[in-house]
């Protein structure tokens, strides 16, 4: 089997066994909501987060597909950046957004800035990165490839009314999900220097479709997002 391409600019943290206790604990999801990120996921994160934001250890559900239902204007809604107000002084920061598609790829991406629909174009900053996880072989211990910005451009996301995207240049978005938040894309992109992160699996149809340059369509089966902290 040829090794899968990780892109020029990509970090991989393999999973470090946490000491009871110190490793990231999610909250707020739902008794049988159907998970996306699990603890060991956010453990190879979470060292990739800015200095400060990556400090707490409790991590917040703002949105869950199966949990919230399907609707961009609710994943908008609920991940708005939190306010610091005197009965929540240390409200979750960010947003990272968790995809899983029907071949079972999981991959996001974290924005510092938070997931917002921004009517004014592209926002972000360089501490924005896309991430795609590689689950454990066997008795081996799971993978995650970061692409973080490369200083190219400034095209780290696009969040409007009709999708949600992230990375850009070349005609092509690193990350995109339409407003049915079923239908998605990835490909190359100057911004983060990443390969398309869904994968493509044999006989799956028009789910991982390799299309010009680079383009892999995904059928989007899970989606979360997280902000880091808790109320």
């Known amino acids: 089997m040829q090794e899968e391409k990780r892109g020029p600019g990509a970090e991989t943290t393999a999973h470090v066994r946490h000491a009871k206790g110190k ?20 453990d190879l994160i979470r060292p990739h987060l800015p200095a400060l934001i990556k400090l707490p250890r409790h991590w917040t559900l703002f949105y869950s597909l199966d949990q919230h239902g399907i609707s961009l204007n609710t994943l908008y809604s609920r991940s708005e950046p939190r306010i610091p ?9 960010g947003g990272l957004l968790v995809i899983q598609d029907a071949n ?11 997931i917002r629909l921004e009517k004014g174009g592209y926002y972000g900053s360089g501490e924005s990165f896309l991430w795609r996880y590689h689950p454990p072989c066997g008795e081996g211990q799971g993978q995650l490839d970061v692409y973080k910005w490369t ?10 009314s009709g999708f949600i995207s992230f990375g850009g240049g070349d005609g092509h978005y690193g990350l995109y999900l339409d407003a049915s938040l079923l239908d998605g894309s990835s490909a190359p992109c100057p911004t983060f220097g990443n390969p398309p992160l869904c994968a493509r699996k ?20 899970g989606l979360e997002v997280w902000g880091i902290g808790s109320d």
């Open 151 to 160: 200083g190219v451009n400034a095209y780290v996301a696009l969040c409007e």
């Open 23 to 42: 490793g990231v604990t999610l909250v707020g999801r739902r008794q049988g909501t159907v998970d996306v990120l699990t603890e060991a996921m956010a």
């Open 85 to 93: 107000s005197r009965a929540h002084p240390n409200p979750p920061k």
């Open 202 to 221: 044999p006989g799956s149809g028009e789910n991982g479709v390799a299309k010009a340059r680079g383009e892999m369509s995904f059928e989007c089966v």
């Open 104 to 114: 079972d790829a999981v991959f996001g991406a974290w924005m510092s800035e938070g």
